[in-house]
């Protein structure tokens, strides 16, 4: 019994950046799988409130083949510089559903600044 292909798809574009204590960018993709597609918009932004606590959001702009609309979501997070971290957050996936609470508790490898974005302007010794 075969099913016959399954053919999936993706392709995104990703423009990030940073200022100061700001963090932000957009991220357009495009999925299709087996003839069902959808275009995704990914708002995002970050401001570190310390060199170890910082506030995120975002928002996705969704289009598939049978319908539109936005998802959201918002993060409390805190870093140690030795990679430990833990994050609170609330998502809302779709206008359909009730709003997701989590709470994320790990360890990213390389430390807290693996991902090369500085956190802040480095301060002067003097």
């Known amino acids: 019994m075969g099913?016959?292909?399954?053919?999936?798809?993706?392709?995104?574009?990703?423009?990030?950046?940073?200022?100061?204590?700001?963090?932000?960018?957009?991220v357009a993709s495009r999925q299709n799988l087996m003839g069902s597609w959808?275009?995704?918009?990914?708002?995002?932004?970050?401001?570190?409130?310390?060199?170890?606590?910082?506030?995120?959001?975002?928002?996705f702009?969704?289009?598939?083949?049978?319908?539109?609309?936005?998802?959201?979501g918002a993060d409390v997070v805190y870093r140690q510089d030795s990679g430990l971290f833990a994050q609170v957050g609330v998502a809302q996936l779709h206008p359909?559903?009730?709003?997701i609470f989590n709470l994320s508790l790990g360890y990213q490898f390389g430390g807290a600044k693996a991902d090369n974005t500085p956190r802040r302007p480095p301060t002067k010794p003097w």
Do not use: C, M
């Open 38 to 59: 959808a275009y995704t918009l990914n708002e995002f932004i970050s401001y570190d409130i310390t060199d170890h606590i910082a506030v995120e959001g975002q928002v």
């Open 61 to 72: 702009a969704i289009v598939t083949t049978h319908e539109s609309y936005l998802a959201w």
């Open 3 to 26: 099913f016959g292909p399954n053919i999936v798809t993706t392709t995104k574009i990703a423009l990030r950046g940073y200022k100061g204590r700001f963090r932000g960018g957009l």
């Open 96 to 99: 359909d559903v009730e709003p």
